[in-house]
T-cell receptor
Framework: QKEVEQNSGPLSVPEGAIASLNCTYSDRGSQSFFWYRQYSGKSPELIMF????GDKEDGRFTAQLNKASQYVSLLIRDSQPSDSATYLC??????????????FGQGTILTVHP | DGGITQSPKYLFRKEGQNVTLSCEQN?????MYWYRQDPGQGLRLIYYSQIVNDFQKGDIAEGYSVSREKKESFPLTVTSAQKNPTAFYLC????????????FGQGTRLTVV
């Protein structure tokens, strides 16, 4: 089982719709969860981080965390063509020899079409 | 301006040669990371470092080596033992290991010719 798994997509949504991106992780003790956006040929940039169960909203973005199900998601409301990118989920390992190891999923390609 | 600088942006290497990728940060961050990204794939962790003179292997460390002699610098050497080194290499840093946002450099695209 991969440590962090995402559906690679591509996910295609129309402009103005809600895009839903999902991520599962295997380390039950993980405490920190991040969503990055990466445009083609560029380096990743942070969109959201979440530490506690529940929802966290920032503008058009909402991160959702369910530690019991080992599941984290990102919702993008009112999707715009400029949101078209690869979205990477990252999870921090909780303990032992892997403490602090920041592991990324394979990324989900999102396309927002006009 | 604070940030992470990777150099060079593009690098070509002949088979059998070692090559070193530079990563420098002036953010006063303790933690630094090296990732490899292949086309259409996510980031895979090569090495990470919590503090000066300390580093740990990530998931794909074979064929790579690092050093952390200074807080600001975390160079990555791709050795001839790395069988498929052509990839996009990303360096990142964070205030402390794992719990805070990781900031990325612009990356180095390495091609073996």
């Amino acid at each position: 089982q991969k440590e962090v798994e995402q559906n690679s997509g591509p996910l295609s949504v129309p402009e103005g719709a809600i895009a839903s991106l999902n991520c599962t992780y295997s380390d039950r003790g993980s405490q920190s969860f991040f969503w990055y956006r990466q445009y083609s040929g560029k380096s990743p940039e942070l969109i959201m981080f979440i530490y506690s169960n529940g929802d966290k909203e920032d503008g058009r973005f909402t991160a959702q965390l369910n530690k019991a199900s080992q599941y984290v998601s990102l919702l993008i409301r009112d999707s715009q063509p400029s949101d078209s990118a690869t979205y990477l989920c990252a999870v921090n390992s909780a303990g032992g020899t892997s403490y602090g190891k920041l592991t990324f999923g394979q990324g989900t390609i999102l396309t927002v079409h006009p | 301006d604070g940030g992470i600088t990777q150099s060079p942006k593009y690098l070509f290497r002949k088979e059998g040669q070692n090559v070193t990728l530079s990563c420098e940060q002036n953010l006063n961050h303790d933690a630094m990371y090296w990732y490899r990204q292949d086309p259409g794939q996510g980031l895979r962790l090569i090495y990470y470092s919590q503090i000066v003179n300390d580093f740990q292997k990530g998931d794909i460390a074979e064929g790579y080596s690092v050093s952390r002699e200074k807080k600001e610098s975390f160079p990555l050497t791709v050795t001839s033992a790395q069988k498929n080194p052509t990839a996009f290499y990303l360096c990142a840093s964070s205030i402390i290991l794992g719990d805070t946002e990781a900031f990325f450099g612009q990356g180095t695209r390495l091609t073996v010719v």
